[in-house]
Each structure stands twice: as structure tokens, then as C-alpha cells.
């Protein structure tokens, strides 16, 4: 293929704003906030779960705790009624003995009701308080999520900002380049891990960083000034 020499200028030109261009991309990509936020989104899923674990403890303990006041209700009733009967003389004197013996049974009864009554009180209290850390972790961790959120969008923009100027300046660079230069340039590129034309020093191709042969060397000090130079290693138009 031959080639103005200017035109080989200018795509060298425009193989230096491409490799700023990806390396800001790859920039944008590789940020350690990314890291930051992917770990965050981890756990904000782990507290979530924990979130409803909590949640159904609180109200397994709640449930617990008011059917086991409940419990004692009925049985405090009882214990007025046959107190009330026992004080005021209305029992036969025959079932009195008994009815003093269920009344014992019912205090019994009833203290033993109200220490589970408090044990479930304190498992709520404690489901409660286990409940209300766990949302104030959560809490906590969308209020740090939603920081570094606006943090990373607020860096990615800037490199996009630069990534677009470098654009702008890699188009109107390439503008006046041969069109078969440029298509041979962007088909080498995709393959040859984004550079499509690379310097030759002196026998070396910083694309590949092999040197030519003699053989092949020669070749390119023979070649006309207009021909487009392939490094014969890697493949890339090279820049004499």
C-alpha cells in the first residue's frame, strides 16, 4: 500500500490520542471505588437478609411475649373469684380444703406464668434492640453507599469529560488521513491490542519490541518513501 508520509504523520498522531484514550477508559474501569462500592453492594445484601432475620425474631419474640401475658389473665380471674368466694364464706365447708389447695395451686401457677412472661419480655426487649441496630447498620451502610455512589460518578464524568476532548482532537486529526490507511490502521488495532502502528527504532518495533532481521531490515531501508511499512513480526504499519 502506499501512503503520503504526512498521512503516517498524522495517523501516528492519532495512534497516541487512541492509546490516552483507552488508557483513560481503562482508567475509569480499574478505579478502587469501584472495588469499594462492589464490596458495600455485598454487604448491604448479607444486612438485608440479616434485616429480615431480625425482623422475624422481633416478631416471633412479640408474639411470644403477648401470648404468655395473655396466659395469665384467665388464671389471675380465677384465682379473684375463688379468693372472693373463700373470703366472703360462700364455699361448703366440705370443699373448702379443696378450694384452698386450687387457690395455692393458681398463686403457683400464676408465679410461674409471670416469670415466662418476663423471660419473653426480655427475649422481645432484646429482639427489639438487636432489630433496631441492625436497621441503623443498614441505614448507615445506604448513607456510605449513596456517597461513594456520587463520588465514582462524579470521577468517571471527569474522565469522560477528558476522553471526549481527546475525541474531538482524535477526529479532527484523522479527518485528513486516506480512508484505506485509516481502515487498514483500525482493522490492525482491534486485533493487536490497540495499536495499529507503532515507531520503528532503529531495527526495533516498540509495537511488538522485537528487532527485524537484517534480511527484513534492509527491506525497509529499500522502501519507497510513500510505502506503507508492515513490521514483518508483528504486523503493525511501522513509522519510520
Avoid: W
Avoid at 483513560?24 to 474501569?29: G, M, S, Y
Avoid at 448507615?140 to 449513596?146: D, M, T, V
Avoid at 522485537?210 to 522502501?223: C, G, M, P, R
Wanted: with cysteine.
Amino acid at each position: 500500500m502506499k501512503a503520503d508520509p504526512t498521512d503516517l504523520m498524522r495517523l501516528y498522531d492519532v495512534q497516541t490520542l487512541d492509546t490516552a484514550i483507552d488508557k483513560i477508559k481503562h482508567k475509569a474501569l480499574a478505579l478502587p471505588i469501584h472495588a469499594q462500592i462492589a464490596a458495600l453492594l455485598t454487604r448491604r445484601t448479607q444486612i438485608g437478609d440479616e434485616v429480615i432475620a431480625a425482623k422475624t425474631a422481633l416478631s416471633d419474640a412479640t408474639s411470644l411475649a403477648q401470648r404468655s401475658e395473655a396466659d395469665v389473665v384467665p388464671v389471675r380471674e380465677r384465682l379473684v373469684r375463688n379468693q372472693k368466694r373463700v373470703d366472703e364464706g360462700l364455699m361448703d365447708p366440705k370443699a373448702l380444703p379443696a378450694a384452698l389447695e386450687e387457690i395455692q395451686h393458681l398463686k403457683q401457677r400464676i408465679s410461674d406464668l409471670e416469670d415466662t412472661a418476663l423471660e419473653t419480655m426480655e427475649a422481645m426487649e432484646s429482639a427489639q434492640a438487636t432489630f433496631d441496630d441492625i436497621t441503623a447498620q443498614a441505614g448507615g451502610l445506604e448513607a456510605e453507599l449513596h456517597k461513594l455512589v456520587e463520588q465514582r460518578d462524579t470521577e468517571v464524568s471527569h474522565l469522560a469529560g477528558e476522553s471526549k476532548e481527546l475525541s474531538k482532537e482524535r477526529a479532527q486529526t484523522a479527518q485528513p488521513i486516506a480512508a484505506d490507511l485509516m481502515a487498514l490502521y483500525e482493522k490492525i488495532r482491534t486485533r493487536a491490542s490497540g495499536i495499529g502502528i507503532a515507531k520503528l527504532e532503529g531495527r526495533r518495533c516498540l509495537g511488538c519490541d522485537l528487532e527485524a532481521t537484517v534480511a527484513d531490515y534492509n527491506s525497509y531501508l529499500k522502501a519507497a518513501p510513500d510505502e506503507v511499512l508492515r513490521c514483518a513480526e508483528c504486523d503493525r504499519i511501522l513509522m519510520r
